[in-house]
């Protein structure tokens, strides 16, 4: 296993160290990871890429002895560009690194900057063992990002060892600070971004002006303070000395789309996914935002480009073509036949989701709830309370959102400021009756993400109070928010309109059908 992190963690920085070079075209190292041992012959490769050249090599070390044996082929005409084997001691694995980067560079005939030279001479650490920690540490957070606590104890144990080791404080800094998002991430505590400031003063102290700090600042307006345009500003810096980093363009991207920056949102978006093309994380992210913009047509196309990485074995890819259907037709019975292809493929109960959105938008709702109490893992008191309503079990539904009520306020305790929970509790409200504090929680979730501010979250935040605004029989304040959300890239889209029960009550009001037909494409 050594051997396999140290082999993976050598492959890893001489990826980063082209990327680094403007003048050439490198895939991240999620992309590539996969054809390890694969028998794909090269130019099937190169086309799943979208490359010209193919880079493969092994390496292998005995005690304090070192291999690296590469070799660049043409992969249109099977040849050998450049080969080499380089042997070295352990203790020269950085510079070896180096060399064979530039190298590479070399007989790709890419032009390297005095500055991008300097970059890739760069040792990140005289200490062995801390650049092992961080390499395991890099690899874990590859394989399970959530896993959050692991990946910090071991960045932490690498600055230990080297306290001047920049990249571990740099990567701190996002895991905290992401941990934090504004006080409404996973672990909202303010010790959170207290640890996020501290690794970035550690960074900026050595080395201000690296694009890995840069990185790491960006990461922090953006997850801590929600500075966008500082956040953006410092992405644009770290691209100057990185501008094959995949990770770099999603970022901004993210940026972007909370700004309101759209189409230049789903642009970075296309740029990342170009580095990393066999990155189904990223590659869903095109396809949400592309749903979002309802491009229904770019966003059917990125769904397939993901049954592609994952071979059209994950069930949650027919979820989301049921979804799609859904967003584009709102026809019930193309929406059953596209359940029924996926159930031809997969266990009925890898697809719950679309099957009782299904009962629930053909107003079956006794066959909901038998479908939910098939599966312990429906735990959604409001999900269940709204089905016994529209089934007429008036008071086991009260009961149930009375649940919903006091397990959100739970939440709300330990995490004040989600906008989601906000609305939860709103829903609730409203379906309890009590429509004046209903409103007033739906109200205050839209203040925390207002669409000045995000626009990404306060549409959805604004869609939420309209279907509260709904439920409480002010018609006019509803219609003017769904109007706002129709006419901007959200959630809500005229599908919802058509067949959401919760909007029944509306159904005769000239001006909810003139908002159907205005925005139904």
């Not at 070390?61 to 040849?79: F, K, M, P, S, Y």
């Not at 739970?410 to 929970?421: G, I």
Request: proline share 3%; glycine share 4%.
């Amino acid at each position: 296993r050594e051997d396999q992190i140290f082999a993976d963690g050598v492959h890893d920085d001489i990826l980063t160290q082209l990327s680094k070079i403007g003048d050439l075209k490198v895939i991240s190292r999620t992309s590539v990871m996969q054809y390890k041992g694969t028998t794909k012959l090269i130019s099937d490769i190169a086309k799943e890429l979208g490359v010209a050249n193919i880079l493969e090599g092994s390496v292998r070390r005995a005690g304090d002895e070192i291999r690296i044996v590469a070799q660049l082929i043409n992969a249109e005409t099977d040849e050998h560009i450049w080969a080499e084997t380089f042997d070295r001691k352990y203790a020269d694995i950085f510079s070896m690194q180096s060399e064979v980067a530039q190298k590479i560079a070399r007989a790709l005939k890419a032009s390297l900057t005095p500055k991008e030279k300097q970059y890739i001479e760069t040792k990140p650490t005289e200490n062995q063992a801390a650049w092992e920690l961080y390499i395991q540490a890099e690899l874990l957070l590859d394989a399970n990002f959530m896993d959050r606590d692991s990946i910090v104890a071991l960045y932490e144990q690498a600055t230990l060892l080297d306290p001047n080791f920049l990249l571990p404080y740099t990567k701190l800094v996002r895991l905290h600070a992401w941990a934090y998002f504004d006080g409404t991430g996973p672990d909202p505590s303010q010790e959170r971004m207290e640890k996020a400031s501290v690794a970035l003063e550690k960074a900026s102290a050595i080395d201000p002006n690296a694009s890995e700090t840069h990185m790491a600042q960006g990461y922090f307006y953006y997850y801590g303070s929600r500075d966008y345009e500082q956040a953006l500003e410092s992405f644009a810096l770290a691209r100057e000395s990185q501008p094959n980093n995949s990770d770099l363009f999603m970022a901004t991207a993210f940026v972007e789309r909370r700004l309101g920056r759209w189409e230049q949102a789903r642009e970075n978006m296309d740029k990342a996914v170009f580095l990393d093309p066999n990155n189904a994380s990223k590659v869903i992210e095109v396809y949400g935002i592309s749903v979002s913009m309802r491009d229904y047509s770019s966003a059917g196309k990125y769904l397939e480009r993901w049954s592609a990485i994952t071979g059209g074995n994950d069930a949650s890819i027919e979820t989301n073509r049921y979804f799609l259907e859904f967003k584009r037709s709102a026809d019930l019975e193309k929406m059953q036949g596209v359940l029924d292809q996926a159930l031809e493929k997969f266990d009925a109960r890898d697809l719950l989701s679309p099957r009782v959105m299904q009962t629930f938008y053909s107003r079956d709702y006794k066959t909901g709830l038998e479908l939910m109490e098939e599966d312990s893992t429906v735990n959604d008191w409001a999900i269940r309370a709204e089905f016994l309503r529209l089934d007429g079990q008036d008071e086991l539904a009260r009961a149930y959102f009375d649940s919903a009520r006091i397990e959100t306020e739970a939440r709300l305790k330990d995490n004040p400021k989600s906008w989601r929970f906000l609305t939860s509790l709103g829903f609730t409200f409203s379906r309890l009756g009590q429509c004046e504090e209903a409103i007033h929680w739906g109200k205050q979730a839209v203040a925390i993400v207002p669409l000045s501010i995000d626009a990404f979250d306060g549409s959805k935040a604004m869609g939420e109070l309209a279907y509260i605004y709904a439920v409480c029989g002010e018609e006019e304040e509803a219609l003017d928010l769904l109007e706002k959300c129709l006419s901007i890239p959200s959630n809500i889209g005229v599908s919802e309109l058509k067949l959401d029960p919760g909007y029944n009550s509306m159904r005769d009001n000239p001006r909810f059908q003139k908002l159907i037909q205005k925005y139904d494409s």
